[in-house]
Every structure is written in structure tokens, then in C-alpha cells.
Nanobody
Framework: VQLQASGGGLVQAGGSLRLSCAASGSIYNYNTMSWYRQAPGKERELVAA???????NYADSVKGRFTMYRNNAKNTVYLQMTSLNPEDTAVYYC????????WGQGTLVTVSS
């Protein structure tokens, strides 16, 4: 499967964005779909993940502001981001974990103060 992330852009602090990660095949076959981000000069970090039965977990820094969900019929996962702040500026990547691990290309999110 290939993953295509989209939805990044420039937004002011306090604004919202929704990222999408479209898979070329069924995401049902993957135990976990996740979003990571990498800010300039920092290591890539887990932002959110969705597991079997739609159990989700989030990084402490985004809890209450970000929501991850999926549409299996569209083979797409989403990351709804609200109350964005400059610290959220990063390249966001989606990842599929199952028998194989697949990374998508990143999408840049820039939050201006």
C-alpha cells in the first residue's frame, strides 16, 4: 500500500486544519494507523494513533486539541487539529503498521503566531 498525506498549510495560531492520509489499498489490514511529526532540528515524534476497534491514543501535547479518525470505506485516516500553536509547526507523516510498516510522504504544517 502507498500512503498519500495532504491537508497541510499555513494557519494562524488558534486556527484549525484537517490532515488526510489516503491509502492506495485497504487500511483494514493494518493494526495501527498513526500520525507522526518532525519539527526542524527535532526528532520525529508520535502525535496520534488509531488501533483496532478505533481505540486512539495521543501525545500529551495534543490531547484535547487533535482528533484522529478513519473512514475504512475511503481507506483514509484523518487528523483534525484545532487550537493550533506555533509549537505544532512540523512536517506531519502518516504511518501504517501491520505485517509491514509503510510511511507516507510528509505534509507541512506551519502555524504563525
Amino acid at each position: 500500500v502507498q500512503l498519500q498525506a495532504s491537508g497541510g498549510g499555513l494557519v494562524q495560531a488558534g486556527g484549525s486544519l484537517r490532515l488526510s492520509c489516503a491509502a492506495s489499498g485497504s487500511i483494514y489490514n493494518y493494526n495501527t494507523m498513526s500520525w507522526y511529526r518532525q519539527a526542524p532540528g527535532k526528532e520525529r515524534e508520535l502525535v496520534a494513533a488509531i488501533h483496532e476497534f478505533d481505540f486512539t491514543n495521543y501525545a500529551d501535547s495534543v490531547k484535547g486539541r487533535f482528533t484522529m479518525y478513519r473512514n475504512n470505506a475511503k481507506n483514509t485516516v484523518y487528523l483534525q487539529m484545532t487550537s493550533l500553536n506555533p509549537e505544532d509547526t512540523a512536517v506531519y507523516y502518516c504511518k501504517a503498521t501491520g505485517r509491514y510498516i509503510v510511511w507516507g510522504q510528509g505534509t507541512l504544517v506551519t502555524v504563525s503566531s
